[in-house]
């Protein structure tokens, strides 16, 4: 229908197609290229000797190790408490279902990072708050627990991942018809053999894929990490990158180290979309329907309160103890003290909103980041969607293939990548400026707008386009008129889901932040280094309050838009 | 002057082929319908009259003057055809009024903003929607709808409609009343329509002429529908026509008889000089009866469908339908039961050379 282009011209078509290549690859391919080239090629020749002895470093290949080790461990803790909580609040009489649902979906808000700093002060070995009343007040020789360990890392990604997994499995368990079920019921199988025989067959390709979305989650996962692993030495692999880089200040030998790491990681990310893919695509025609039925639910009986208790003191444990302790410490006059009202006050929250030029720098650039990347990767999203899903015009298997990179590239690996090509010397250098984690954004969040404007285009059918084409409309008039308004709230969506993630990015920004261009992730994650545990805390409950905020006023939106 | 001329015409997506010199015209100011089953590929050749698509060779003129013609390098945009097109699934706007909807085409071509009012109210009220200016298509029935789609196409005066199916989503009362009233509309405003279905009944109501497309999009006959349903020109089209009643003959001395038996076919004979032939009726082309003369047969299965009835007979092998009035058959005595001999007689049969019966065009 587009293919208006006379012959020997050059039609609106192919204008679309060639921008839309342009900017995945300046902001996307360039940059994972120069990764591949930096880390594969040296002095005009194929080197892989040289990559192979950096990995088998003692560091460089610990990282990697440690990498491994933790994404295994959160990803088995989280399908399992993910997949549990999931059955337990679709298939059974739990009571106040709608309300635990909502719950475990807040840690999908909450920065993992924050979460790692509050879970710091509350179990690092000395002087974190359970730890001290654990041998202070109840006499114990050892702390209860010592976060700064690999159990301390895995336990808190479980905290913060294990919703991937959740929402999946919710989704294929409330989806899945319930003949299937009773016809086995029907034929005589007990719950338990069905549950084993039917429901969890049937449900595996969700739980698959909210599985190795977490594990390429945790593996290229910065914060938590960082904030938790240091101490005792333990890097992974985006931790090492950083170090590496920070420490040399971009060292020839560091920015080689770094890029054969970030290849390992692209490489593995790949592998692991493309058997996400798969998983996907296996579970299409298992849950037939899209439609949501009544599901069969299991009486719990004698377990019910206790299962109850289990899911409240959870929610308590791991998403409102971390918060109020952030918001308690951020009051604090100085780090600890106990909390008792002559201690607590708001001086802390006034000092770094007004008074304190680090924090409110960081504040106004986030802000503005956040503002500008949500705004060009929208725009740009919703151009690159459209010629995906709607236009028939040659050449766009290049853009499709492009437009599967940034959903494999993770966040650190793109901040390699936009140092490689933004440091001069292809162009323009924008190293140690704010414009460089503004491109980084784009590239790190082009995968949201790209996911929610496609979804959006493919509601558009083509018949409304080319009923405008008929009525005379041109090409752009149809756009204008008809798509646009169409596909807004997805674009509106994009818009969201690129804005309120931007304020507390941190895997990014860490990466390129100079003096004056730290982001609020950056402030509360160099705060807490140097030593400002309440300012850091105060900025990380301001983050919170924002972000809650933000999520709350959409969701509230987005009920009064469906209903 | 409205016609479309389509010529040579070639079209195929990736290796399945959907047109191959595809000739056709439609003079100015008829209904032609394009019929065919469903996958034949005529929606295909109505988005290459609207511009949606490209062929690949051939030419395609409207109102004489060339549109789309890859071997001049001519292609014309589907805005610069001046046509009005309305779409199976209606394709009205849904973040638009009904207004709004059908002003759009004013709009685009900058008329001044009363005569754009007046010819959109006009239009709807010509579709019967007066006062359901205001309202969202959401808040409007499949039928509603479709009728905003139709005053759409209408409002720039085009002289050319191209309609895709637009009926098919209707139930089947609104769709009768709905073919009558695009009738009523093409003959009033004298413009040309080709209308694209799959629908027999509605392409023999609406038609000036019609012409029947088989599964590989080859066109098997182009005339009235009078031509088309009395003189169907081979074994496919009497058979999409309707239900059809096909009967194997075989050529014994100067006599024909059904199936391997060796009864006799009561009426007339082929005009060929083949030895096997099949004989085509309609189930009410078939006079029933308990005893007298014509094929003697065996009621296989009785089936009481309201106003009619319906048999099944077995004649020496072969099965044919036959239907009738269920107040004339009680009145003539003939209300038979699965296992009652029977004679059967015909009003008009249809011969139909062997080779060409095994033709089904693949429908």
């Known amino acids: 229908m587009n293919n208006t282009a006379r012959k020997g011209g050059v039609g609106a078509a192919q204008i679309i197609l060639g921008l839309s290549i342009a900017i995945l690859v300046i902001v996307v391919a360039v940059p994972v290229l120069l990764i591949f080239v930096n880390a594969f090629w040296v002095d005009g020749a194929l080197n892989v000797k040289d990559v192979i002895r950096i990995i088998r470093e003692k560091d460089t290949y610990q990282a990697l190790v440690n990498s491994l080790i933790i994404a295994a461990g959160t990803t088995t803790g989280s399908t399992i408490v993910g997949t549990f909580f999931a059955w337990l609040v679709t298939r059974t009489d739990l009571p106040y279902k709608r309300f635990m649902k909502a719950m475990f979906l807040v840690p999908f808000m909450l920065p993992s990072f924050i979460g790692a700093l509050a879970w710091k002060m509350l179990l690092s070995p000395r002087a974190g708050f359970i730890n001290r009343f654990w041998m202070g007040t109840l006499g114990f020789e050892e702390p209860l627990f010592n976060i700064y360990s690999y159990a301390g890392i895995v336990l808190v990604e479980i905290m913060y991942l294990f919703p991937f997994v959740f929402i999946q499995v919710c989704g294929a368990l409330e989806r899945m018809d319930p003949t299937l079920e009773e016809s086995a019921r029907i034929s005589g199988a007990g719950l338990f053999t069905i549950t084993r025989k039917i429901t969890i067959p049937l449900a595996l390709p969700s739980i698959l894929s909210g599985a190795l979305l977490i594990m390429l989650y945790s593996m290229a996962h910065f914060g938590t990490v960082a904030v938790l692993g240091i101490e005792n030495g333990i890097f992974n692999i985006p931790t090492l990158i950083y170090q590496r880089i920070h420490q040399s200040a971009g060292s020839f030998a560091s920015i080689r180290t770094g890029t054969v790491l970030a290849s390992i990681l692209v490489m593995a990310a790949a592998l692991i979309i493309w058997l996400q893919g798969k998983a996907l695509s296996r579970g299409r025609y298992q849950i037939i329907a899209g439609k949501s039925f009544r599901p069969m639910e299991l009486k719990l009986r004698a377990l019910r309160l206790p299962l109850l208790i289990l899911c409240l003191v959870y929610i308590a444990f791991t998403i409102v103890l971390p918060t109020v302790v952030i918001f308690l410490v951020g009051g604090l006059k100085t780090y600890g003290l106990p909390f008792t009202w ?222 | 002057m409205a016609t479309i001329d389509i010529q040579g015409v070639s079209k195929g997506y990736g290796s399945r082929r959907v047109h191959a010199d595809l000739n056709l015209s439609v003079q100015h100011g008829e209904c032609f319908t394009l019929l065919g089953p469903s996958g034949c590929g005529k929606t295909v050749l109505l988005r290459l009259v609207a511009g949606f698509e490209q062929p690949e060779s051939g030419s395609i003129r409207i109102n004489g003057s060339p549109v789309s013609d890859p071997a001049a390098g001519i292609n014309i945009p589907p805005d610069q055809r001046d046509l009005g097109v309305v779409f199976q699934d209606y394709a009205v706007w849904p973040h638009m009024t009904v207004l709004e909807n059908v002003a759009y085409p004013l709009k685009l071509a900058k008329k001044q903003r009363r005569e754009m009012e007046e010819r959109a ?196 092998g072969v099965i044919m339908r036959v239907a009738l009035e269920t107040h004339e058959a009680i009145a003539g005595g003939l209300m038979f039961k699965a296992g009652d001999p029977c004679a059967l007689n015909f009003h008009d049969l249809l011969w139909f050379d062997s080779v060409s019966a095994e033709d089904t065009g693949g429908a």
Request: net charge neutral.
């Open chain 1, 342 to 563: 002559e201690n607590l006050s708001l001086d802390n929250y006034k000092f770094i909103l007004f008074d304190y030029q680090v924090t409110r720098d960081a504040i106004w650039n986030s802000l503005s980041l956040g503002l500008g990347a949500a705004l060009i990767t929208m725009f740009a999203g919703v151009m690159i969607s459209y010629v995906i899903v709607k236009m028939k015009v040659r050449g766009k298997g290049v853009l499709e293939f492009l437009g599967m990179l940034p959903f494999s590239v993770p966040g650190s690996v793109i901040a390699l990548g936009v140092i490689l090509a933004w440091s001069g010397r292809y162009g323009p250098n924008l190293y140690n400026t704010v414009w460089i984690i503004l491109v980084a954004y784009i590239a790190r969040y082009m995968a949201f707008s790209l996911k929610a404007n496609s979804a959006a285009l493919e509601q558009v059918h083509d018949s409304l386009v080319e009923a405008a084409r008929a009525c005379g409309a041109s090409m752009w008039q149809a756009l204008k008129d008809i798509v646009l308004p169409l596909v807004r709230p997805g674009m509106l969506a994009a818009f969201f889901l690129i804005f309120l993630p931007s304020l507390r990015e941190l895997t990014v920004s860490i990466m390129l932040y100079s003096p004056t261009t730290r982001t609020i992730g950056v402030a509360i994650y160099t705060l807490n280094e140097d030593g400002e545990t309440v300012r850091s805390a105060a900025l990380a409950g301001i983050a919170l309050f924002l972000i809650i905020t933000g999520q709350t006023l959409i969701n509230r939106f987005a009920k009064g838009r469906s209903a």
């Open chain 2, 121 to 316: 109210l006009e239009a709807v009220a010509m579709v019967g929607m007066k006062g359901l200016e205001k309202r969202l298509p959401s808040e409007l029935s499949g039928g509603q709808q479709q009728r905003v789609a139709l005053a759409r196409a209408l409002v720039a005066g085009p002289s050319l409609m191209l309609l895709d199916e637009p009926l098919t989503n209707l139930d089947a009362n609104l769709r009768e009343e709905m073919r009558f009233e695009i009738k009523e509309l093409q003959r009033k405003l004298g413009i040309t329509v080709f209308y694209v279905t799959h629908d027999q009944e509605i392409a023999l109501a609406i038609s000036d002429r019609l012409a029947i497309m088989d599964g590989q999009g080859r066109v098997r006959q182009i005339g009235s529908p009078q031509d088309i349903f009395e003189r169907p020109a081979d074994v496919f089209v009497f058979n999409f026509m309707g239900i059809a009643n096909f009967i194997p003959v075989r050529r014994v001395g100067d006599d024909w008889l059904v199936g391997q038996g060796d009864q006799r076919v009561p009426v007339g004979r082929p005009d060929g000089a083949g030895e096997l032939y099949t004989v085509g009726c309609r189930p009410s082309d078939v006079r029933i009866a308990a005893s007298g003369p014509g094929l003697r047969g065996v009621v296989r299965r009785a089936s009481f469908l309201g106003a009619m009835m319906d048999y099944q007979v077995e004649v020496d």
